[in-house]
């Protein structure tokens, strides 16, 4: 049978959203982040890095990587294709 492992989860605010979802046996958790107000994220990313970037259980676990990606998307003022 299908045993669950990982979460998936999703928030949506009034202009916003975060989803993530995990693979625990590999370490992994993917994060997006959006918002159509005008909050910056990439200031919370610090704070992401330090919830989510914790080591592995074992004692030969290796330091946690982290991999930043962004994208900028619709229009802002002053914009020019």
């Known amino acids: ?3 669950p492992v990982g979460v998936s989860c999703a928030g949506v605010l009034l ?3 975060v989803a993530f979802h995990t693979w625990p046996a590999e370490g992994v958790i993917s994060m997006d982040l959006f918002t ?3 909050g910056k994220l990439i200031p919370t990313l610090p704070s992401i890095q330090q919830l989510f970037g914790v ?3 074992n004692e030969d676990a ?3 990587m ?3 990606s962004h ?3 619709g ?3 002053g914009f020019v294709p």
């Open 1 to 3: 049978g299908l045993i």
């Open 15 to 17: 202009e916003s959203h």
């Open 36 to 38: 159509c107000g005008s």
């Open 55 to 57: 080591k592995a259980a």
């Open 62 to 64: 290796d330091d946690p």
């Open 66 to 68: 982290m991999m930043w």
């Open 71 to 73: 994208k900028l998307r």
């Open 75 to 77: 229009f802002r003022k």
